[in-house]
């Protein structure tokens, strides 16, 4: 089985550096003091995610008009066991996310050599920002998986990490959220807890700069160029502050070509995140029931799809898929409802867009709803998965729909047999992937899902598809991986192949 092994903790040897690190917590100051012994200004980003990464790397390759590094960037991550490996993988010129994307990795690489971009532990390092940026997680969970009007939030958290720069930076430090936050969040909770700290210190809270700019990071193929080459929203708690974020989003992101949009409030800004997130899940849990009526009709979705496409009113209608993941659409629409009602008094939920939330969750199930019409038992059932992560070319496998779809499986007694050529172990599921293609072979597969467009499936061609699936009976595309040719190619082999939106393959069966 290549889902097998519960990989242990590759932690923990990092994390006795950070204990190491504890005792030597004046040595750690003294390499921040070198660090910024320059003419640089100090960038400071909170948090060494999937966002946090992309923007040391955007930050640390930002240049002069002299061609010289516009920046010290200092990240700073947690020094505990799940997170000290990203400060000790930075420090080594390394990127802390796996990506398909090479400038990222080049960007880490140039910042050792460069000498502007260094990591650390130490809260010592907000003393000597200029900025602070502040990319670290804002969670709300699902008591239960498709409800989404139950949900739990807590800002304790987020809060202490807030506190942390509160406590420690110096005045005229600019401060730019950039974590997805519910709307009101800058000015209700954020901007409270530096009036306390910065009134504790005797420092003068009108000298401090404090805005919200989200993110539309995406970590695929142009992680970097999703920092770099995209429009941005902003807004800030004063006319002082928004002139000063303009004044650095221009520093890094090329802003000729996409131009920053100003908002009125810091609220607005949040409100923005979070609408356009909810309006892409919507999109895409319109479409799920259209899915299902076009497979009973024995239609091909997609090519009406494309049909519909051509009017401009309706570019970017969605299209059929195996779920929804990551690690904000799942959620961000759940932060908005909770501001509505917690910040902003409202005793009404936003409700279509918690049904398309519910919608999004459940959409694995028509997949194994699909298995089973062909197996009544799964007992010993060998399936496999292609694909873990959520995103085509990404190794993000933070609410994968693989996970729910995985669940449904292994409860009917199947062999999961797993593969992803971007990641090697299932953080959530805590399980070791295979990543080696070839290994495949050494299975028997019942079912096979080709569940995300990871570049290396979309290649692959029909012999290829057969030689590495050995004694496959069904293949399920449930993400348009397998175009027409591919698919009449393999029926003609005898195999059964099914999509998801797919209805006309269906027709091939009833001849
Ligand atoms: N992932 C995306 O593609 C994406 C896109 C747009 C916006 N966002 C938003 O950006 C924010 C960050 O997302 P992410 O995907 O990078 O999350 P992540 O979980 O990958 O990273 C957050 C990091 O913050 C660190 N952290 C937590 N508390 C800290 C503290 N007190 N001090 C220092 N570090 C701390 C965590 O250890 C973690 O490394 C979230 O609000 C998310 O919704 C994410």
Same mark, same amino acid.
């Given at each position: 089985m290549i889902e097998s092994t519960i990989r242990s903790v590759e932690l923990k040897p990092l994390h006795s550096e950070a204990t190491n690190y504890k005792a030597n917590r004046l040595t750690e100051k003294s390499k921040i003091d070198n660090f910024v012994d320059?003419?640089? +200004?100090? &960038?400071?980003?909170?948090?060494? !995610? @999937?966002?946090?990464?992309?923007?040391?790397?955007?930050?640390? #390759?930002a240049k002069n008009k002299n061609n010289e590094c516009t920046y010290n960037v200092i990240g700073i991550d947690l020094g505990d066991e799940d997170n000290y490996w990203k400060i000790t993988q930075t420090n080594q010129g390394k990127s802390p996310i796996v990506s398909s994307d090479k400038n990222i990795n080049e960007a880490f690489e140039r910042g050792l050599i460069n000498g502007n971009l260094f990591a650390t532990c130490s809260n010592y390092a907000y003393e000597k920002a200029d900025v602070v940026v502040i990319d670290v997680n804002l969670d709300?969970? +699902?008591?239960?998986?498709?409800?989404? @009007?139950? @949900?739990?939030?807590? @800002?304790?958290n987020f809060n202490r990490a807030i506190e942390t720069i509160a406590k420690n930076?110096?005045?005229?430090?600019?401060? &730019? &959220?950039?974590s997805t936050v519910p709307p009101g969040t800058t000015e209700q909770v954020i901007f409270p807890i530096f009036q306390k700290y910065f009134a504790m210190? !005797? *420092?003068?809270?009108?000298? *401090?700069?404090l805005a919200h700019c989200f993110e539309r990071v995406m970590p695929g193929n142009e992680y970097l160029n999703s920092i770099t080459n995209l429009c941005r929203v902003y807004s800030a708690i004063n006319a002082e502050s928004k002139k000063k974020a303009k004044n650095f989003l221009q520093t890094f992101i090329n802003t000729e070509n996409y131009p920053l949009y100003e908002l009125h409030s810091t609220t607005a800004s949040e409100m923005a995140k979070v609408l356009e997130n909810s309006f892409r899940a919507t /999109?895409?849990?319109?479409?799920? %029931?259209?899915?299902?009526? =076009?497979? #009973? =009709?024995? &239609?091909? *979705?997609? %090519?009406?799809?494309?049909?519909?496409?051509?009017?401009?009113?309706?570019?970017?209608?969605?299209?059929?898929?195996?779920?929804?993941?990551?690690?904000?659409?799942?959620?961000?629409?759940?932060?908005?409802?909770?501001?509505? /009602?917690?910040?902003? !008094? =409202?005793?009404?939920?936003l409700r279509m867009s918690l049904n398309a939330i519910r919608t999004n969750d459940l959409m694995p199930k028509h997949v194994f709803e699909i298995v089973k019409s062909y197996f009544n038992n799964l007992e010993n059932l060998n399936i496999t998965i292609l694909g873990i992560s959520y995103l085509s070319d990404v190794a993000d496998t933070r609410y994968s729909p693989a996970d729910y779809f995985y669940d449904l499986c292994k409860k009917e007694g199947a062999n999961l047999i797993l593969h992803d050529s971007m990641v090697e172990y299932w953080q959530e599921k805590r399980i070791a992937i295979n990543s080696d293609i070839n290994s495949l072979k050494d299975f028997s597969h019942d079912v096979v899902i080709f569940a995300v467009t990871h570049t290396q499936y979309l290649e692959l061609t029909s012999e290829e598809i057969i030689s590495l699936l050995p004694n496959v009976k069904l293949i399920i595309d449930a993400n348009n991986l397998i175009n027409?040719? +591919?698919?009449?190619? *393999?029926? =003609?082999?005898g195999i059964k192949v099914v999509g998801v939106g797919k209805g006309h393959w269906n027709k091939k069966d009833k001849r």
């Open positions: 320059n003419d640089r +200004k100090t &960038v400071v980003v909170q948090g060494l !995610g @999937y966002v946090g990464t992309a923007m040391l790397a955007a930050l640390s #390759q709300i969970t +699902k008591k239960k998986l498709g409800d989404a @009007y139950n @949900y739990e939030f807590s @800002y304790t930076v110096l005045e005229e430090t600019l401060i &730019v &959220v950039e210190r !005797g *420092l003068n809270i009108n000298k *401090l700069y /999109n895409i849990a319109f479409i799920q %029931e259209w899915t299902e009526f =076009a497979e #009973q =009709a024995d &239609v091909d *979705l997609f %090519e009406i799809i494309n049909a519909i496409r051509v009017r401009p009113t309706h570019k970017n209608i969605a299209q059929p898929g195996f779920g929804v993941g990551g690690y904000c659409l799942p959620k961000d629409s759940l932060l908005a409802d909770w501001s509505y /009602n917690n910040l902003f !008094g =409202a005793k009404r939920h027409d040719e +591919k698919a009449n190619d *393999l029926i =003609a082999r």
